[in-house]
């Protein structure tokens, strides 16, 4: 091991000692050059990169499933009438639609617990990919507890994953 990893391991052992800590959570950020998690209590923020492996991808969100299968991911899309089921066949779950200038304006919810709708929201984050990187906002109900089980499975089932910064609740923030 070189000087740099050994000051990296060392940070995160740090960082890692720190989570056991009594204050509540306000933000847990967490992943690897080419993709960055950011969680806190009602969302996860997720940054793909570029070249994230699509293997990446799909781990991130089987392990998010894991931990809290009431996770959604709200999509909204602009497409033709007969197209709205199509996504329906995905899995994805109809809210809302209204008829708008090029179509249909479609909100959908995708709901982690089905299988299905993750596997065709992985393939549309690869599209999306190949035009720049992507930003994905996922709901979830996730408490301190779930935060810290989330960042171990995708520390023990991704290479390189690591713990980048912890943010704590002020008092005040504690007390509204």
């Given at each position: 091991m ?5 000051m990296?391991t060392?940070?995160t ?5 720190k989570?056991?800590?009594?204050q509540?959570?306000s933000?847990?950020e967490?992943?690897r050059?080419?993709v ?6 009602g ?12 293997y990446?991808?799909?781990q991130?969100?089987?392990?998010i499933s894991k ?11 602009i497409?033709?009438?007969d197209?709205?089921?199509e ?7 109809l809210?809302?639609?209204?008829k ?8 959908y919810?995708?709901?982690f617990?089905?299988k299905?709708a993750?596997?065709?929201?992985s393939?549309f984050?690869l599209?999306e990919?190949?035009k720049?990187?992507?930003r ?7 408490s301190?507890?779930?935060?810290q ?6 520390k023990?089932n ?17 007390n509204?």
């Open positions: 070189n000087e740099v990893e050994a990296r060392q940070k052992q740090d960082m890692e000692a989570i056991s800590s009594s509540s959570l933000s847990f967490m992943g050059n080419d960055n998690i950011v969680c806190t209590y969302k996860i923020a997720v940054w793909f990169g570029r070249k994230v492996p699509d990446i991808i799909a991130v969100l089987i392990e931990i809290d299968q009431s996770a959604v991911h709200e999509f909204e899309t497409c033709n009438f197209d709205i089921t996504y329906e066949s995905k899995g994805y779950i809210v809302s639609y209204g708008t200038a090029g179509g249909y304006r479609v909100n919810s995708i709901p617990s089905n299905k993750l596997f065709h929201m393939k984050v599209e990919l190949k720049g990187d992507v994905q906002d996922f709901y979830w109900n996730g301190d507890c779930d935060i089980r989330l960042y171990q499975e995708l023990n991704i290479d390189n994953w690591e713990l980048k910064c912890i943010n704590y609740k002020t008092e005040s923030q504690t509204r």
